[in-house]
């Protein structure tokens, strides 16, 4: 099995990569020794005039760019532009999203500024700037990835990838003239002079293979896969255990069915006679209303307690007394309407006796104790002597 | 005006005279050849190394970090630890290869390469350490600002958030400034190379080739690049001990942590490319690419930046005095007298103590006791971390929540494991890709430049 692989992968790695040329030339090339030999050579060769040229050697050669006459490189230029982005991008994303988007107070400090800003902005400048200056100046100024330049697999670029100096002069030089330009390299002290073919398959310009089917549809493929993976994550694999230990915990929920007390319920009744924090018992609790005798209105009569038993009557009490308390019912019939509160025995009733019927209920109404705090039901209780005067107004009373 | 009058050459950087053929090979020989024994038995140890801190990694996503030392008091406990130490690590790479550059010290050239591949890995093993602490690692991407179906944004104001921003940023920058030197390098092997192994540099190298148009872009990418790094190294490790800084407790609580931790970094840095060069120049026979003089200017930025960290030590106990502040106070005596005082003097000890040696030049160039050292210091920077961490939660404010940590074998494990990463990580950069810088190293061999007699 191993030694299948050994052989496959062998015969994959002896495998003839080298692409067929055609007859049409693509550039003459040279070699020579030293550092020296090649600035001179270069200055000689803009010095004749040709302007499709190009120096290969195995590291930068200093000041070779003013003895090729190059002009000064915008590098420099592309990565202040991008930093700037990067700055500006910063500032405007940490403003929007902490000073406008997403207010949060913390430790009472403002939603924005500047000094707390700096390190991500900082950070971003670096790294748009940086990215900006590789990608660019590998794509944009130097056109790369170009892997099927028909200098590749020559003994020329092999040659100056090591140890030698490399001049090439281009076809497309409008100076070009085979000869001449073999006879110019010669005189320059060129060595190994090598034409250069294109490649079978034609590839002298960058062309962009984006738009190639094979790179698009692995684009597809990648993002499909990547998007079926994420998906597939996120909706199937993170509710999976160990991940799903948030919502499957060893616990009882409120509603949940218990099997563990005799009575079924996962909640718990408070023990026998547990009061509640504010609670005070009602000691006519389901007494009839003749009973009730001796219980007085503690609240003062005020603009604000009638303000307040005016709320809650209107909230509790209104929906089927009526807003005025004549049984005028909004229910229309759901429930049979209440008399009115202007009848005389109503009106002749002791405090304490409404008190009891809001707290105890009567009838078919049911008891408002656990709706309406105490002192509330005697603001109501405040508030129906008010609507009672009110209807039954005397002459003094306009006073 | 002649090129050495320009660069004042101190010693010339590839002693013997080589050709750039035996350069190539000289740099390429682990690349090309198969293994050698040494190098297997290296990965057996590292990639063992990693394999129990998976375990450990697999124990502590199965179980939760509770299966960590950390307590209630001492809540940051190994996890963050290890995150700064490795942090640490990586800026001797930024430093050398972009401080460095930048100030014209070409001695650097042998050493560059290696050192950022270090940073790289030194800051994806550092990167682990904070996402696993947050005990649901694959919560991770709340961490970055983007648009989510609950409406809200991360915390801008906190420094936690800066340094997923910085670490981030760091990393990044280091990849491509690591990167786009190994662009030309890998062109050189493709041009050797034939096969599969041709296919594959092919692609990486981009089909570069060489031209002076090129590299006219190229150098000055490259010298922006530096620029950047430089002040972005400096604001990694200043962001990290924000981390401490901005909290208000004492022992973390004080202005001096960013130059302090900064001047720790680069020499944990130091030490760590120190140890590993070392090693690695017996291994491939490159004694004479990465000399005995290259450490010993190693050996002496670690006896500047051991001193820079001796001073904050004291600084810190002084400021700890003229405060006139108790809890500071008693921090520092609890830390120098307390119950991890033996962490403490081991750090104070490795750190500031031992590294006075360099000033001998005998022990600088003594590589026995140099390869001591320079594990001490690793082990003093390690410590140094554990001092601030752990002294600082330990005893805290309310005498009735005073607790000690005790790391858990989960905790040693993954310690360990991370080691192993990164030293499986670089034991397969050495096999794969050039570890010293090709066509730099071929720009500063003697008789590399043109004489400019020609050309003024």
Known sequence: MIGKIKNKLKEVNNRNLEQKRSDELYAIGALFDTPDEIMDAAGKTTEAGYEEFDVNTPYPVHGMDQAMKLKNTMVGKTTFIFGFLGTTAALLMIGWMSGIDYQNIIGGKPFFAIPPAIPITFELTVLLGGLATAGLMLTLFNRLPWINNPLHDTNYIKQTASDKFGLVIYAKDKNFNIATVEGFLQSIGGKSIEKINFFEVREDRVRTPIFDFKFIALLAVVTVVTAVTAYGILRYVLFLPPFDFMWKQEKVLPQEKSTFFADGFSMRPPVEGTVSRGYIPYEYQGLPDSVVTLLANPLPINAEVLAKGKQRFNTYCSPCHGYYGEGDSRLRGQFPNPPSLHTDKVRQWADGNIYHVITNGQNVMSSYAKQISRDDRWAIVHYIRALQRALNAKDEDLN | ?456
């Open chain 2, 1 to 456: 005006m002649s090129f050495d009058s320009t660069y004042t050459r101190e010693l010339p950087l590839v002693p013997e005279r080589s050709s750039f053929k035996e350069i190539d090979d000289v740099i390429f020989r682990p690349v090309e050849e198969a293994p050698t024994r040494k190098w297997f038995i290296a990965i057996t140890i590292s990639s063992l190394a990693l394999m129990i801190g998976a375990v450990a990694l697999a124990n502590t996503f199965y179980f939760g970090i509770g299966t960590w030392g950390n307590n209630s008091t001492v809540g940051w406990g190994f996890g963050i630890v290890n995150f700064v130490f490795w942090i640490g690590i990586g800026h001797a790479g930024t430093l050398i290869s972009a401080i460095l550059y930048l100030f014209r010290q070409r001695w650097r050239t042998g050493i560059a390469r290696f050192a950022e591949a270090m940073t790289i890995f030194a800051v994806i093993t550092a990167g682990i350490f904070p996402v696993i602490h947050t005990g649901r690692p694959w919560l991770a991407a709340y961490l970055i600002p983007y648009p989510n179906q609950n409406s809200i944004w991360v915390n801008f104001n906190s420094p936690l958030l800066w340094d997923v921003f910085a670490v981030s940023t760091y990393f990044t920058i280091s990849f491509v400034f690591w990167s786009v030197g190994l662009i030309p390098d890998i062109a050189a092997m493709r041009d050797r190379a034939s096969g599969i192994k041709k296919r594959i540099y092919t692609v990486l190298s981009l089909g570069w080739r060489n031209s002076n148009r090129h590299w006219q872009h190229y150098e000055r990418a490259y010298l922006i690049l530096a620029g950047l790094s430089t002040p972005l190294v400096l604001s990694v490790h200043t962001i990290v001990s924000f981390d401490f800084a901005v909290a208000i407790l004492p022992g973390w609580h004080t202005t001096i942590f960013p130059p302090y931790f900064v001047a720790g970094a680069i020499f944990s840095g130091f030490g760590m490319v120190a140890t590993v060069l070392i090693i690695l120049r017996k291994v491939y026979d490159m004694e004479h690419i990465i000399t005995l003089d290259h450490l010993e200017k190693m050996c002496k930025i670690l006896l500047a930046t051991g001193s820079m960290v001796g001073y904050a030590y004291c600084m810190e106990f002084f400021m700890a005095w003229y405060s006139g502040y108790i809890f500071e106070q008693f921090v520092f005596i609890n830390r120098a007298f307390g119950p991890y005082a033996w962490a403490y003097w081991t750090m104070f000890s490795c750190n500031v103590i031992f590294p006075q040696l360099f000033w001998f030049k005998k022990i600088r160039r003594n590589i026995p006791i140099m390869m001591l050292l320079v594990i001490l210091v690793n082990v003093g920077m390690w410590f140094e971390r554990f001092v601030i961490v752990v002294t600082s939660l330990h005893r805290d404010f309310l005498p009735s929540s005073w607790a000690m940590f005790y790391p858990t074998w989960t905790d040693l494990a993954l310690l360990l494991g991370s080691f192993g990463f990164f030293f499986t990580c670089v034991l397969l950069f050495v096999k794969v890709l050039p570890s010293i810088s090709l066509a730099e190293l071929k720009a500063v061999t003697e008789n590399a430049q043109p004489t400019h007699k020609h050309h003024h």
